[in-house]
């Protein structure tokens, strides 16, 4: 049950696009189709933002999209905001109904 | 709408015990698994149990193995996780999460509680 992957942090403008990455393995993120992204704001709980991989749930902006390779998954936001600086999460399953998060990146907008 | 309350967090010596509640609201209760996770001060975040909607099975991390316990009442709506033999790591944030409709993701979050593990 190793953390997931992840950049401890990444940055970008006003309206730049930026890429989270999130890499496991084969028993985790390769192995299924179950990746989720989480928002945590400041003293929040967090917020689902992706679901299997790509699912937008609803009310989450069309800027935040995300994909997988291999053993890699991905997190885009595109067109960013001052409200999207935050910390994000991946979390994937791994099997017999546990799950295992990243370590988490600070997303800076400058 | 989906409410998750945690409560019962606090200030406890190694080697105490503490149990934290969920109060659930705003959707079928027993339809759905539960999970917890914690976030320690500081850190990310950490999945570390769940218990099944229907078998009531449940599942932890390797850490928590043997020490916490996860149990719910659908007659109350209420989720617990009973923690013994605590440790300085222990210290976080703790979680409660409801699964997603098709239990692949973590749709719903309560605001945590604090357990804190000090002497």
């Known amino acids: 049950q190793s953390a997931l992957t992840q950049p401890r942090s990444v940055s970008g403008s006003p309206g730049q696009s930026v890429t989270i990455s999130c890499t496991g393995t084969s028993s985790d993120v390769g192995g299924y189709n179950y990746v989720s992204w989480y928002q945590q704001h400041p003293g929040k709980a967090p917020k689902v933002m992706i679901s299997d991989v790509t699912k937008r749930p609803s009310g989450v902006p069309d800027r935040f999209s995300a994909s997988k390779s291999g053993n890699t998954a991905s997190l885009t936001i595109s067109g960013l905001q001052a409200e999207d600086e935050a910390d994000y999460y991946c979390?994937?399953?791994?099997?017999?109904?546990?799950?295992?998060f990243g370590g988490g990146t600070k997303l800076t907008v400058l | 709408q989906v409410q998750l309350v945690e409560s019962g967090g606090g200030v406890v010596q190694p080697g105490g015990s503490l149990r934290l509640s969920c109060a659930a609201s705003?959707?079928?209760?027993?339809?759905?698994?539960i999970q917890w996770v914690r976030q320690a001060p500081g850190k990310g975040l950490e999945w570390v149990a769940f218990i099944h909607f229907d078998t009531n099975h449940q599942y932890y991390t390797d850490s928590v193995k043997g020490r916490f316990t996860m149990s719910r009442d659908d007659s109350k709506n209420t989720l617990f996780l009973q923690m013994n033999s605590l440790r300085g790591d222990d210290t976080a944030v703790y979680y409660c999460?409801?699964?997603?409709?098709?239990?692949?993701?973590?749709?719903?979050w309560g605001q945590g509680t604090l357990v804190t593990v000090s002497s």
């Open positions: 979390c994937s399953y791994a099997g017999n109904y546990i799950w295992v």
């Open positions: 999460a409801k699964d997603g409709p098709e239990g692949d993701d973590f749709d719903y």
């Open positions: 705003g959707f079928t209760f027993n339809n759905y698994g």
